[in-house]
């Protein structure tokens, strides 16, 4: 009996990449033809037009990674560029399209907290590398390059809300969630509660990603650590390649 072998990382990443990008598409035309008054309603036009809006803004930046490498001829890690997709996966076709907003409890602050861990640690690894490169002449301490993680991912966080805000002001979405399932529209404390968890969670999840990398840098453990350790030779073997 041949004896099956088990997928690469790469394998992994491009099998993903594909599942994740069709489960766009495939919205995006569904949604496109509902907006357009063909076939039957079943929510709002305001929400086939955010979940339009989503899907086609997915399928736009889940080719973020691939455009940098390009551009930059900086070579992304497969693990950070795995838990991108998944989590472009879950935000949009999981979050808006299949509604778990509304129907899984705490989905979005789930979501923001992975989002920046993500940022920070790959912001985390980008600098340590730069901070390693012989040509760069300033080093910067570990301290340092947790302190700007924190701050650069906190910054991606703020950057996002004031896109829902406009989004929803503009388009007359519902991205801060300011009105529920029911179309009941929250006034006062309650309809910034979204906004300011979110905030409250972002500067959590950065201090977390930031800590752990500076402890993963410090001791030489964890997989940041491993991550920048690794990254030379695997850019040497692709290059000889």
């Known amino acids: 009996m041949k004896k099956i072998r088990p997928l690469s990382k790469e394998q992994v990443l491009k099998t993903a990449y594909i599942i994740v990008l069709i489960s766009f598409i495939i919205p995006a035309v569904f949604l496109t033809l509902r907006i357009f008054g063909l076939g039957e309603y079943f929510r709002s036009r305001a929400d086939y037009a955010l979940m339009l809006i989503q899907c086609l803004l997915g399928i736009v930046v889940i080719h973020v990674p691939m455009i940098l490498e390009k551009k930059?001829?900086?070579?992304?890690?497969?693990?950070?560029?795995?838990?991108y997709i998944i989590f472009l996966y879950c935000a949009i076709f999981l979050g808006e399209v299949r509604d778990f907003f509304y129907t899984v409890k705490n989905?979005?602050?789930i979501l923001h907290?992975?989002?920046?861990?993500?940022?920070?640690?790959?912001?985390y690894m980008v600098v340590s590398l730069l901070n390693r490169d012989e040509h760069t002449s300033?080093?910067?301490?570990?301290?340092?390059?947790?302190?700007?993680?924190?701050?650069?991912?906190?910054?991606?966080g703020a950057v996002w809300e004031i896109y829902e805000y406009c989004a929803d002001d503009f388009l007359g979405l519902n991205m801060q969630k300011f009105m529920?399932?029911?179309?009941?529209?929250?006034?006062?404390?309650?309809?910034?509660?979204?906004?300011?968890?979110?905030?409250?969670?972002d500067c959590m999840g950065a201090l977390l990603a930031s800590a752990t990398g500076y402890l993963s840098i410090k001791r030489g453990k964890g997989w940041i650590s491993?991550?920048?350790?690794?990254?030379?030779?695997?850019?040497?073997?692709?290059?000889?390649?």
């Not at 301490?141 to 991606?156: M, Q």
């Not at 350790?229 to 692709?238: A, G, L, Q």
Request: with cysteine.
């Open 72 to 83: 930059f001829k900086f070579e992304i890690p497969t693990t950070l560029c795995l838990m």
């Open 180 to 201: 529920l399932a029911d179309k009941t529209v929250l006034s006062g404390h309650s309809a910034i509660t979204d906004t300011v968890k979110d905030i409250i969670v």
């Open 138 to 156: 300033i080093k910067l301490s570990p301290f340092f390059v947790a302190l700007f993680s924190f701050c650069f991912a906190v910054t991606i």
């Open 113 to 123: 907290c992975f989002r920046i861990i993500m940022a920070g640690s790959f912001v």
């Open 226 to 241: 491993q991550m920048i350790s690794d990254y030379p030779s695997k850019r040497e073997s692709s290059n000889k390649e």
């Open 107 to 109: 989905w979005d602050v």
